[in-house]
C-alpha cells in the first residue's frame, strides 16, 4: 500500500516541462514573435524537412533545435529585418514527443508526451502492468538498453533508479509467464493462489486450508524452474511450526509449485 501511495503522489505531483528541455521536431506548431514588429509575429507548423518560413527570411531550420536555441538562431538572422530584434518562440503544439510500449505484457501503443515525464509516472498510467513481468522489462534510447527491471523502481518505490523519458523512447514489457503458486498433495484446500512479494510456503500452504491429519511435514518439495531446469528445494515444516526455525520457511516464487506429501503412518 506505501508503494501504491508513493507511485500515485509522484503521479500527481505537478512537473513544469522547461522550453530548454524539448527538442522541437516535424509537426510541432510554433508561435513566434518578434516584441514590436506586428509582421513578425505568427504561427507556424514545423514542416517535414524540419523548416519553418518565416517572412522575409524565407526557409529556416527548426527541427533538432530547442526552443531558446531556436530563439537565439532567429534573433542572428532577422538582424538583416530589424535592428536588435527581441525573438520569443514557445511550442503551441507538440506532435513529436512519442513515446512506444510493446512485448505482449502491456497492449502495444504509441503515446504522446505532453508534458516532461519520468517512467515511473508513465508506468502509473498503464492499466495492465500488472500483467507484465517487470523484473524482464527494460528501456531502450537510440537502440540501446539504458534502464534493465523496473520491478524495484514500480513496487519496491526504490525512485533514486527513476529516469525521465525522452521521445523516441520503446518500453520493452513482456508478458508474465505465471503469477500464480500452486499448492497441492496433503492440504485441505489444494488450489493456485496469486503471487504476492514475499510470500513464504507456510503462508501458502495456510491459504489452501492448512495441512490434513495424513500430511507428512517433513516431506514438502517446491517445484521450481530456473534457467529452463526444474529444480527441487525441501522444506521440513515440522522445524518451522515446532522448533521456530524460519529458515525453512522458504520464500516463493511465481510459478512455483508446493507439493506435501502424505505420511505413510
Known amino acids: 500500500m506505501k508503494q501504491i501511495l508513493l ?31 506586428k509582421e513578425l509575429t505568427f504561427s507556424v507548423k514545423v514542416r517535414p524537412d524540419g523548416k519553418i518560413t518565416v517572412p522575409g527570411l524565407g526557409d529556416v531550420p ?4 530547442t526552443p531558446s536555441e531556436l530563439q537565439a538562431s532567429l534573433s542572428v538572422k532577422l538582424k538583416q529585418l530589424v535592428k536588435n530584434p ?93 503469477k500464480n503458486v500452486y499448492v497441492l498433495g496433503a492440504v485441505n484446500l489444494p488450489k493456485a493462489i496469486e503471487y504476492r512479494d514475499g510470500m513464504t510456503v507456510m503462508e501458502a500452504v495456510i491459504e489452501a486450508g492448512g495441512f490434513t491429519k495424513f500430511a507428512s511435514l517433513n516431506d514438502i518439495q517446491i517445484r521450481r524452474k530456473e534457467s529452463g531446469k526444474e529444480i527441487s528445494i525441501a522444506v521440513r515444516a515440522k522445524e518451522i511450526m515446532q522448533g521456530g526455525n524460519m529458515d525453512q520457511n522458504v520464500k516463493l516464487k511465481p510459478g512455483d509449485y508446493i507439493i506435501v506429501k502424505e505420511s505413510l503412518f
Open 62 to 65: 527548426a527541427s533538432g533545435q
Open 86 to 178: 527581441i525573438v520569443t518562440v514557445t511550442v503551441r503544439e507538440i506532435t513529436n514527443s512519442k513515446i512506444y510500449i510493446f512485448g505482449g505484457g502491456v497492449k502495444a501503443g504509441v503515446y504522446d508526451l505532453s508534458r516532461r515525464t519520468t517512467l515511473l509516472q508513465f508506468l502509473c498510467t498503464v492499466s495492465e502492468v500488472k500483467t507484465a513481468d517487470l523484473k524482464k522489462s527494460y528501456l531502450l534510447r537510440n537502440g540501446k538498453k539504458i534502464k534493465e527491471d523496473f520491478y524495484k523502481l514500480f513496487i519496491s518505490g526504490e525512485t533514486d533508479d527513476d529516469v525521465v523519458l525522452e521521445p523516441g523512447d520503446s518500453l520493452f514489457m513482456p508478458l508474465l509467464m505465471d
Open 7 to 37: 507511485a500515485i503522489a509522484l503521479l500527481l505531483m505537478p512537473i513544469t516541462a522547461s522550453a530548454a528541455d524539448y527538442v522541437v521536431g516535424e509537426g510541432d506548431g510554433l508561435d513566434i514573435a518578434v516584441w514590436g514588429v
